[in-house]
């Protein structure tokens, strides 16, 4: 069932991971999905092409969320194309595993440059051109509930993103756009088993009640509800997406 059709999508981070899924299951709801990407431009054309091969339409754009004037240019080409902006996913982000004491002043600046300044670029610019009744879903963790060494500084920037989505869903609301927050715990991506041991992995699916990480899929299908009409009445809500962990 096509539940998106005539629908626009940008997923910010949507050649790899978690944005992949999103993008792919987005597209096979019937949206006309912007696939975001920084550097691999092969991967993302890749997620294009299996869209367009199942009958979908999408469109790659190379744009860093950190950059204010492409965070303007991703939404420009995305009308110019497309005509609309109707569901913004940001995804993009990254994470770094040290304690809070070996993080370096760069390290630190260069989190919160793509995880928080990147969300605020993409709400500023959607808070105007979003259609109304459109859908904004960001990702956060489920770090932001838990002590979990290594996790303080990434913990931090997804709290920040988790307190922007709840105020601008009340700024946009008279348009009838919502605004959600998804918060995966651990799942099974290239950014999640990075710097980590399997025993790291094998403890953090123990903490789950069903006994395992998530998969990607876990994940694009909770972002689908909030993006679809059924989730309407559903806006500055945390959706914690982690198994039972917590």
């Given amino acids: 069932m096509k539940t998106l ?15 992949a899924e999103i993008s ?3 597209a096979e709801a019937g949206a006309k ?12 054309d890749q997620i294009c092409q299996k869209i367009t091969q199942a009958g979908g ?8 969320v950190s950059n204010p004037d492409e965070v303007k240019m991703l939404f420009n080409q995305t009308i110019a194309h497309f005509g609309q902006v109707d569901i913004l996913v940001n995804n993009a982000g990254i994470l770094i595993f040290k304690p809070i004491a070996d993080i370096s002043d760069d390290e630190f600046k260069r989190i919160f440059d793509i995880n928080v300044d990147g969300v605020f670029y993409t709400l500023r610019e959607a808070a105007t051109r979003l259609a ?8 956060s963790s489920t770090v932001t509930r838990l002590m979990l060494p290594k996790y303080g500084i990434y913990a931090a ?35 999640f088993r990075a710097g980590k041991t399997k025993e790291d992995i094998q403890r953090m699916a ?13 994940i694009a299908q909770i972002v689908l509800f909030l993006v679809s009409e059924e989730s309407r009445w559903v806006t500055g809500q945390n959706i914690g997406a982690n198994g039972g962990m917590v």
């Fill in 24 to 26: 792919l299951c987005l």
């Fill in 157 to 191: 920037t997804k709290g920040a993103v988790e307190q922007l989505t709840r105020v601008f869903a009340k700024e946009v609301g008279e348009k009838g756009i919502t605004a959600n927050i998804v918060s995966p715990g651990p799942v099974d991506t290239e950014l």
């Fill in 5 to 19: 059709q005539n629908k626009v999508a940008v997923v910010t981070g949507g050649s790899r991971g978690i944005g």
């Fill in 57 to 64: 339409e999408c469109l790659t754009i190379k744009a860093d």
């Fill in 132 to 139: 109304d009744n459109g859908r904004v879903v960001n990702i």
């Fill in 206 to 218: 123990a903490m789950a009640a069903l006994g395992r990480i998530g998969e990607v899929d876990d």
């Fill in 33 to 44: 999905v912007v696939v975001n990407y920084v550097k691999n431009q092969q991967t993302a």
